[in-house]
């Protein structure tokens, strides 16, 4: 059974930071490139980040120079720091693995900017 779990959201103020985790099971994490997606109220699902099984990175440029994704192999979990929040930031984010031929969704975490 696949699952990934996603945990560290929560409520912070603007300019603040949180770190997110997806811990991922019943999957051969090194050959799946792993994702960060968010989804605001009312609008579209969107990519955050990605970082490819060899490391390599892309990130949206709403997010470029605050949020930073990793991978730990050893722990099969990807993280995503993220630095100087803002309000825009707040979302559910979630974690997506994509396969040489399946992908695969955790349940989100809901991440909260707000004052």
């Known amino acids: 059974q696949v699952q990934l779990v996603e945990s560290g959201g929560g409520l912070v103020q603007p300019g603040g930071s949180l770190k997110l985790s997806c811990a991922a099971s019943?999957?051969?994490?090194?050959?799946?490139?792993m994702d960060w997606y968010r989804q605001a109220p009312g609008k579209a699902r969107e990519l955050v980040a990605a970082?490819?099984?060899?490391?390599?990175?892309v990130a949206a440029d709403s997010v470029k120079g605050r949020f930073t994704i990793s991978r730990d192999n050893a722990k099969n979990t990807v993280y995503l720091q993220m630095n100087m929040l803002k309000p825009e930031d707040t979302a559910v984010y979630y974690c997506?693995?994509?396969?040489?031929?399946?992908?695969?969704w955790g349940q989100g975490t809901q991440v909260t900017v707000s004052s």
């Open positions: 970082i490819t099984t060899r490391g390599s990175t």
């Open positions: 997506h693995a994509t396969g040489p031929t399946r992908y695969y």
């Open positions: 019943g999957i051969s994490f090194t050959i799946y490139t």
